[in-house]
């Protein structure tokens, strides 16, 4: 006997499974138009969203974005194509070099007997053969949105996609420099816009994309600790100046540690500015090969050249770098760069009135200082002509944070005619009194003794610790003209005397220089990689990329290539890479792949390389 708590509703009796199944059936019939068939139903579900959702992706991939692979350099740094990494083994800087050149993408394997033997540091041009059993990498992977050229045009400066004029259905990446009409003009790298009366240098809208471009020429991080005590200079030495624009080395101002990489100076009473100087001491596989040999080494002031370190490495075998043979037939890069960047850390402390932190970077007869008043953060910029003398003249001036002792995060930059100076990432707004206009027919800069030691910070009125020092250069664009290349060779020969090279630069200037139309329905489109890049400079007309073969704007680099683990780093082998090798079978060529041991083509575990995840400028 059962009982129903008090204020309850009484239940009703109990049902059998099979009466409520009835009652359920019943009750769907009655409220639905169709029998109820549930595993049909389901699977045509499945089917429709599968159908939708390929649908979706299609739309996406055709009218929105669509992912690419990097197949070669010609847009390094900002780009990688196939490559291989790894560390230097004498400075410990980070080594990247193209790859691309041993895999033959129609057949998707190696060139017959084709491995990279050895790549040159890019910091201090050690020769390293572990590049031969380095791991390959696939390019990045990146995202292309089509959508803002359906709707608009191109903008200077975008990394874009396009079809190749020649082989329309081969798919091209660059970054845009000339549009619709326009002349465009090489000249000692740097790009020009003519309008048949004037010429105005083409610079980046944004600053912070101009630092996106920068190529590394020395990490004080990582110094040539091997060479340095057999002799070498190190190239950052306290200094100060002599008549005639020299410097002469002194003990009597900033002290050097090298375990951590730091200069020190205690600032009490001086009155004059204390200097450092970077000097570039730039090191060679010969010198390297002379600490070896255990000869005398020859330390000598260069010009900084248009060296690539992605360029930088040679192999043997049949792919189409095989002219490239030895390391002393590596480009060490001829053509002198005079647009530097600055870069470090600054620690201030003890800041007296009057107190300053001075920057300096010169190109040619013409030299830039950056002085910060440290009590009011003020910061006055001043440019020198050397065939001028004086005192230099103050062309603007922008507040800055360095008000306080702290930790400041310093970059300053001379690129395409304009003067930048960020401090903790910010861009210090200088102005248009920061951006210099050169006649086109006066305006080639050319080098002078300066430029063996071109960059500079000095403090006065202040103690301080400066640590993290970097010198970069900025893309150099070749005019790719044929009688480039003999330029080059005499240039190369001359980078250690800037008076001869100055005086053969000047009698052939124009092998440096080219000019390009574009045509009205057109774009021209150049490498980053100028060194190695097939773009507009080299496909004859037409010179441009016709308005209908853009695919759309490069934005975004989603996967640069894991980074494996265990194993020594090398993670384990799921597949090696395959050799292409060409067999005579009668009357037909047939090719056989042959797998190459201890050369894998995936390897796993990885994790994602998130530091190079990021958009593209």
Known sequence: MSTTPPGSTPQAPAKSAEEANKELRARVAAASPVPLEPKREGLRDTVESIVFALILAFLFRTFEAEAFVIPTGSMAPTLYGRHKETNCTQCGAHIVVGASDEFNAEVGALYEGSRLVSALCPNCRFENTQLKDALAFNGDRILVNKFPYEIGNPNRWDVFVFKYPQEPDVNYIKRLVGLPGETIRIRQGDLYLWDGKTEQILRKPDPSKQRELQMLVYDDNHPPRELIKAGWPERWAAVTPEAGGDWKPTDKTWTHADEPRVFRLDGAGLKEPAWLRYRHYNSRPQDWKALEEKQPLEPRLELIADFCGYNAAWGVGRGPYVDIRSVDEIDQGAFWVGDLTLNGVVDLSSIEPGGELILELCEGVHSYRCRIDLTTGAARLFEFNQGLGGEGKMVAEAPTSMAVEGKYDISYANVDDRICLWVNNTLIPFGEGASFSRDGGTGISLPQQSDLAPAGLALKG????????????????????????????????????????????????????NEFQVDPDGYLAFGDNSPRSKDSRLWGEPHSVARRLLVGRAFYIYWPHGVPFLNNGRGFSIRDHREARVKQVGDNAVIDFTPVENYPKYTVPFYPQVDRMKRIR
């Open 462 to 513: 202040a103690s301080g610790i400066v640590r993290d020092l970097v010198i970069q250069r900025d893309v150099y664009y070749r005019a790719a003209e044929r009688q480039t290349d003999s330029l080059q060779r005499s240039l190369e020969e001359l980078v250690a005397d800037p008076d001869a090279y100055r005086e053969e630069y000047q009698r052939r200037a124009t092998h440096d220089q």
